[in-house]
């Protein structure tokens, strides 16, 4: 990142509309006047801190080079590996669910064969499938706009949704008697209650910050089919992954390979699709969070009006086209370095399970899992920031790997605070989302009198609930995935250039300055 002061001359040198990034040369932009105003009744600076004209932001580079080249090669060689498998297995597994037989080919062994008895009409399917499919996006519109019309009542009820969430799995717990669960709940229940009152001033913020995340996402609702036809490649991508596990199975089994052979395949499968849907999420992310920025540092609000202008047109398809084509090498490395830690955890996962009553293998494996789950969840929200970084401003990996140490270094406390309230947002939406589409699948079972020769079992009615239950969350994952980018997108935005977001959106600036005073305080200004 280029950081450095400069001086008052060139301060006020320029009040340019800020360019297009497909037409600026690579040079940093001149600033415009920033007005470090100190809102009435709002917070002062930092002790010791003295306000200055912030420095050159970090460089839009008109034409980026394509960085971390080798993660996309090496990320094509494993996909042609998988294709390898797939055109092994997949025969396999077809050739098996013609015959209603899965997992193992017929043998003259007495085990036999898994047969499938199962018989349920397609009409009943397709009304299943459309009475879950459609509640789920009914839900996801009107949450939408909920989130839109009333984003601080929103923000309020959610949060005290996750603290009865948290209250109700402290009961379940004790109903099972496993008090040591029951009080982890319990404690974190209260912790987050009175929590609340250390973080309510922060709220109008959040909720600023939400109304117009979802402004810009009705203006841009390219994101959302680009969320919509990501979600789909990955549902694709492990319908053909489960077709290709079965089938190797089979395929190892008919040929009699060592369990260490075995294994290593299995392996090497979970890594291939932590990997892909890894690079399929971060290609969605870096798409909107490259169509924010594109709003917030090149629109240019008209006067009087809330009406903002863009230079040019398509900006979410340019913006995919960057996170395919010159980022895309970015992408795969980030999403290389997750996959290797959750497969790692994946390896625990197996030696505890095959531990054979062993205390002390069991004991070991299990503090690596929980390791591992923590240093992934760690990754997966420096990624996040990483992935912005770049969707801006078209850095390498490690070039924004560096920046995001400095936006948590001098934003980390608003960033994570700001997270935490729009994630309860987003939660108590797939909450609900899976509740309802859960309850639209029970109906429709119950009201059929059962679902074909599965009749109306208790176990039958369980199944169908979790199933409903996963299409409605993957339906609302369409807009938590452009909600949650968005955000990440315009925090990025605010904390490392606030005064190219003053100059082309001042209305909106002001009324961000009016609830989040600290928005004078760009990263540069604080770090220089």
């Known amino acids: 990142m280029n950081k450095g002061q400069t001086n008052s001359n060139e301060w006020l040198m320029s009040n340019k509309q800020r360019p297009d990034p497909s037409q600026q040369q690579q040079q940093p932009y001149a600033q415009p006047q920033f007005q470090y105003t100190q809102p009435q009744g709002g917070p002062s600076a930092p002790p010791g801190y003295t306000p200055i004209p912030p420095p050159n932001p970090p460089k839009i580079i008109a034409k980026p080079k394509y960085n971390d080249v080798w993660a996309t090669a090496l990320f094509s060689v494993f996909m042609a590996g998988f294709a390898v498998f797939a055109a092994l297995g997949l025969p396999l597994t077809i050739e098996d669910l013609k015959t209603g037989e899965v997992g193992r080919r017929p043998t003259n062994s007495s085990s036999g064969s898994v047969s499938l008895s199962l018989k349920v009409s397609t009409s009943d399917i397709g009304g299943l499938i459309a009475a879950s499919v459609g509640t789920g996006v009914a839900f996801s519109v009107v949450y939408f706009m909920l989130m839109l019309k009333f984003p601080g009542p929103i923000i309020k009820f959610s949060y005290f949704v996750n603290v009865l969430l948290l209250a109700g799995m402290a009961a379940y717990t004790a109903y099972l008697k496993s008090y040591i669960a029951c009080a982890i709940f319990a404690v974190l229940a209260v912790l987050v209650a009175v929590t609340y009152w250390g973080i309510r001033d922060r709220i109008p913020f959040s909720q600023l910050v939400l109304e117009t995340v979802c402004k810009i996402s009705i203006r841009f609702n390219g994101t959302l089919f680009v969320a919509f036809g990501g979600i789909v490649v990955s549902a694709v991508y492990a319908v053909v992954w489960i077709g290709t596990l079965f089938g190797m199975m089979e395929w190892l089994q008919v040929r009699n390979v060592s369990s260490g052979a075995f294994y290593a395949i299995l392996v090497i499968l979970v890594f291939m699709s932590f990997w892909f849907n890894e690079v399929v999420r971060n290609t969605i992310h870096m798409t909107v969070c490259g169509t924010f920025a594109t709003y917030f540092f090149m629109g240019m609000q008209q006067p009087n009006s809330d009406r903002v202008t863009l230079p040019s047109n398509h900006t979410t398809a340019k913006s995919l086209g960057r996170a395919l084509t010159t980022s895309f090498g970015s992408i795969c490395f980030g ?32 503090c690596l899992e929980c390791i591992l789950g923590c240093l992934a969840d760690i990754l997966d929200y420096f990624n996040k920031y990483a992935y912005t970084e770049i969707a801006i401003y078209g850095k390498s990996y490690c070039e924004a790997g560096k920046d995001v140490c400095e936006l948590f270094k001098y934003k980390g406390f608003d960033l994570i605070l700001n997270d935490c309230l729009i994630g309860y947002v987003l939660a108590a939406g797939s909450f609900f989302a899976a509740a309802l589409c859960a309850l639209a699948g029970f109906l429709f079972v119950y009201t059929k009198g059962g679902l074909g020769s599965a009749g109306n079992g208790v176990g039958v009615y369980v199944g169908v609930c979790l199933i409903c239950a996963f299409i409605g969350m993957w ?5 938590l995935e452009v909600v949650d980018s968005g955000t990440a997108a315009t925090f990025v935005c605010l904390a490392e250039d606030p005064a190219t977001i003053q100059r082309q959106q001042p209305r909106f600036f002001a009324a961000l300055q009016e609830r989040y005073p600290e928005a004078n305080w760009g990263i540069q200004s604080i770090a220089y």
Do not use: E, P, W, Y
């Open 335 to 366: 999403s290389l370095l997750i996959s290797i830690i959750r497969t790692l955890k994946f390896i625990a996962q197996l030696a505890r399970t095959d531990s054979d009553g062993n205390i002390i293998c069991c004991f070991v494996a299990t």
């Open 475 to 479: 339906m609302f994952l369409v807009l």
